[in-house]
T-cell receptor, first 112, second 111 residues
Framework: QKEVEQNSGPLSVPEGAIASLNCTYS??????FFWYRQYSGKSPELIMS????GDKEDGRFTAQLNKASQYVSLLIRDSQPSDSATYLC????????????FGSGTRLSIRP | NAGVTQTPKFQVLKTGQSMTLQCAQD?????MYWYRQDPGMGLRLIYY???????DKGEVPNGYNVSRLNKREFSLRLESAAPSQTSVYFC??????????FGPGTRLTVT
C-alpha cells in the first residue's frame, strides 16, 4: 500500500512564528507533491506544488522536497490566525500518476 | 471561470433512496475524481475518470456508480443509500501537472 503519512497534530504555533509541517511518503517513484489547506467545513485548496528536490517559495510559504529521504515539508513564515486549518500533503504514485495519494492531514492552530 | 462546481450542496436521504451528485469543471481538464471525507479522516477515492469515456474504481467504490457524461461533467450515483454513506463528497479535476482542484462539496446524510 503506497502511503503518505503526516502527524495529525494539532500543532500549535504562536502568531508570527514559523510553522513547520512534515510529510513522509513510501513510494520511492513518486514524482510530484502538493500541499492543500482545508478550513473546517470547506474543500481542500491547493497552496503549493513541488516537483523537484529543493525549496520552492511562494510568499510566506516554502515547500521543501527531499526525494532521497522521501519527505516533503511546508514552512509557513510569520504565521497568522488565518493560517489555522488542516494541511493535507499529497503525492502522485509512480505506477499511476492519475491517482493522487493524500495524507490524513495535520491540524494547525495559530495562537494569538 | 467557476472552476469545479457541485450540486447539491446538502442532501438528506432515507435508507434505500437513490440520488445523483453532479460535478462540472470549466478548466478543460481530462481527469476528474470523486472522493469522500468522513469526520476527522482523510480523503478516500471512490472513482476517477482519466479521460472522457473511461472510469476506474478507487479505494472505496462499493455502493456507487459513476458516469463521465462528457469532458466537463462527472456524476456520482448512489443506487440504494445506506447510513454508512453519510459523508462529505468532493469532486476534483486534475491539471496537466497532476495538481487537483476541488469543488465545494456535497454534505450527504442518510437516515
Amino acid at each position: 500500500q503506497k502511503e503518505v503519512e503526516q502527524n495529525s497534530g494539532p500543532l500549535s504555533v504562536p502568531e508570527g512564528a514559523i510553522a513547520s509541517l512534515n510529510c513522509t511518503y513510501s513510494d520511492r517513484g513518486s514524482q510530484s507533491f502538493f500541499w492543500y489547506r482545508q478550513y473546517s467545513g470547506k474543500s481542500p485548496e491547493l497552496i503549493m506544488s513541488i516537483y523537484s528536490n529543493g525549496d520552492k517559495e511562494d510568499g510566506r510559504f516554502t515547500a521543501q522536497l527531499n526525494k532521497a529521504s522521501q519527505y516533503v515539508s511546508l514552512l509557513i513564515r510569520d504565521s497568522q490566525p488565518s493560517d489555522s486549518a488542516t494541511y493535507l500533503c499529497a503525492g502522485t504514485g509512480y505506477s499511476s500518476a492519475s491517482k493522487i495519494i493524500f495524507g490524513s492531514g495535520t491540524r494547525l492552530s495559530i495562537r494569538p | 471561470n467557476a472552476g469545479v462546481t457541485q450540486t447539491p450542496k446538502f442532501q438528506v436521504l432515507k435508507t434505500g433512496q437513490s440520488m445523483t451528485l453532479q460535478c462540472a469543471q470549466d478548466m478543460n481538464h481530462n481527469s476528474m475524481y470523486w472522493y469522500r471525507q468522513d469526520p476527522g479522516m482523510g480523503l478516500r477515492l471512490i472513482y476517477y475518470s482519466a479521460s472522457e469515456g473511461t472510469t476506474d474504481k478507487g479505494e472505496v467504490p462499493n455502493g456507487y456508480n459513476v458516469s463521465r457524461l462528457n469532458k466537463r461533467e462527472f456524476s456520482l450515483r448512489l443506487e440504494s443509500a445506506a447510513p454508512s454513506q453519510t459523508s462529505v463528497y468532493f469532486c476534483a479535476s486534475q491539471g496537466d501537472r497532476y495538481e487537483q482542484y476541488f469543488g465545494p462539496g456535497t454534505r450527504l446524510t442518510v437516515t
